[in-house]
Structure formats: structure tokens, C-alpha cells
């Protein structure tokens, strides 16, 4: 059997920079197993967020959440490893943070601010397809 050696596209989303998580995102991904291939901070643009989120674009939370995604840089990273588009979506927990499984990056990092977004500390691709087209978003020369 061969391995599948797969890619997985994360942020740490403009709150959990702010509020200094980054070293516990990326201590919670090493200690999983996965290898960090790429990261680098930057700020999003509108126009990164259109193709990042175009699933997105049409609905009634878009505008708010490009205000919340360009309201400080972000830390974005390529993560490799069987299945971890998989895994990294497990780590991370559900989307809404007052219900994600503490142990969880969200259930553990996040919380509801009243703020009308989600503000929940990261991004991961949810599948292997959506790795492929965002990692070419945020690293066009990987
Ligand atoms: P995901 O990040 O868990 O994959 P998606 O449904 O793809 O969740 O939504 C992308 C991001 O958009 C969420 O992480 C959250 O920050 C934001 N979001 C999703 N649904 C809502 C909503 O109903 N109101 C406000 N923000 C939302
Ligand atoms: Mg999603």
C-alpha cells in the first residue's frame, strides 16, 4: 500500500493573532504529527477573500466576514500528513466556538464576543480538492 501524503490549508485567523495564540495553534499541530511546510504572515485583501471564501460570497454574513478577516494579519500555513485535511479539521472543532468540544482548538481557544461573527481562531481546508485550490491562494509559488 502506498501512502497518500496529503496538504492541508490553515489560519490562524486576525483574533487568534491578536490574542496570541499562534504558538498554541502551532504547538497543537506539532504535537498532533503534522509538518508545518509553509507559513508566513500576512494581511488578506478583499481580493484573497473572494476566492479564499467564494463559497461564501453569497451570503448574508460575506461582508462581515471580511471585515473580521482583514481587521489584522493573519498567520497562514501549509500543513502535510495522511489525512490531514481530516485531522486538522478534527484538532480545530466545530464552527461555532460555544459549542465546539473544549479540547478542541475552538472549543478550547474561542468563544462567542457578541460581535455578529464567528470569530473562532482558525481556518482549516475541508477537503483534500479545497487544500489544493486555497493553498494556491495564499502560496502561488508552492
Ligand atoms: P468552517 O470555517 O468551519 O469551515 P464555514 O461554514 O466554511 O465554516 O464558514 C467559514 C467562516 O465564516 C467560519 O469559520 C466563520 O468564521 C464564518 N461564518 C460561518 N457562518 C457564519 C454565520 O452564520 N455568521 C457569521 N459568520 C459565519
Ligand atoms: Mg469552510
Same mark, same amino acid.
Not at 477573500?49 to 471585515?67: C, I, N, Q, R, S
Not at 498567520?75 to 466556538?97: I, K, M, N
Given at each position: ?7 492541508? /490549508? #490553515?489560519?490562524?485567523?486576525?483574533? =487568534?493573532?491578536?490574542?496570541?495564540? $499562534?504558538? @498554541?495553534?502551532? *504547538?497543537?499541530? &506539532? ?33 462581515? /466576514? #471580511?471585515?473580521?478577516?482583514?481587521? =489584522?494579519?493573519?498567520?497562514?500555513? $501549509?500543513? @502535510?500528513?495522511? *489525512?490531514?485535511? &481530516? ?34 481562531? #482558525? ?20
Amino acid at each position: 500500500m502506498t501512502a497518500t501524503i496529503e496538504r492541508s /490549508l #490553515v489560519l490562524v485567523k486576525p483574533d =487568534g493573532v491578536k490574542r496570541g495564540q $499562534v504558538g @498554541e495553534v502551532l *504547538r497543537r499541530i &506539532e504535537a498532533k504529527g503534522y509538518r508545518i511546510v509553509a507559513l508566513q504572515m500576512r494581511e488578506a485583501t478583499e481580493d484573497i477573500l473572494a476566492e479564499h471564501y467564494a463559497e461564501h460570497t453569497e451570503k448574508p454574513f460575506y461582508g462581515d /466576514l #471580511v471585515e473580521y478577516m482583514m481587521s =489584522g494579519p493573519v498567520v497562514a500555513l $501549509v500543513l @502535510e500528513g495522511e *489525512r490531514v485535511v &481530516e485531522g486538522f479539521r478534527s484538532l480545530a472543532g466545530t464552527t461555532d466556538p460555544t459549542s465546539a468540544a473544549p479540547g478542541t482548538i475552538r472549543g478550547d481557544l474561542a468563544r462567542d464576543w457578541g460581535t455578529g461573527n464567528i470569530e473562532n481562531v #482558525v481556518h482549516g481546508s475541508d477537503a483534500p480538492e479545497s487544500a489544493q485550490r486555497e493553498i494556491g491562494i495564499w502560496f502561488p509559488d508552492l
